[in-house]
Nanobody
Framework: QVQLVESGGGLVQAGGSLRLSCTVSGSAFSINNMGWHRQAPGKQRELVAETTSDGRTNYPDSVKGRFTTSRDNAKNTVYLQMNSLKPVDTAVYYC???????????????WGQGTQVTVSS
């Protein structure tokens, strides 16, 4: 069983910062991409940040320069540092990871339970 456990959400004022963490637990032979998505009420889930196993990162223009993702492969953990937060960043943030559970299995996407981030104006 693979589980993704997130932490770090909360309420912050505009211009503030938050740091999210997500740890993959359970049977994981290897982890490929790890990343973050968010979903605001009435909107589709969208990519916020992703990082490959060798540390390359990708961000949409909406968060570029404000959000930074990083990972600690030894801890199977991915982080999302969010700075200069805006009210439009308010959403439920989900981490995801592409995991190969065993040496002879395929990669499969797993998702965390989501953590609420609320930015007040």
């Amino acid at each position: 069983q693979v589980q993704l456990v997130e932490s770090g959400g909360g309420l912050v004022q505009a211009g503030g910062s938050l740091r999210l963490s997500c740890t993959v637990s359970g049977s994981a032979f290897s982890i490929n991409n790890m990343g973050w998505h968010r979903q605001a009420p009435g909107k589709q889930r969208e990519l916020v940040a992703e990082t490959t196993s060798d540390g390359r990162t990708n961000y949409p223009d909406s968060v570029k320069g404000r959000f930074t993702t990083s990972r600690d492969n030894a801890k199977n953990t991915v982080y999302l540092q969010m700075n200069s937060l805006k009210p439009v960043d308010t959403a439920v943030y989900y981490c995801n990871a592409r995991v190969r559970r065993y040496i002879n299995s395929d990669y499969r996407d797993y998702w965390g339970q989501g953590t609420q981030v609320t930015v007040s104006s």
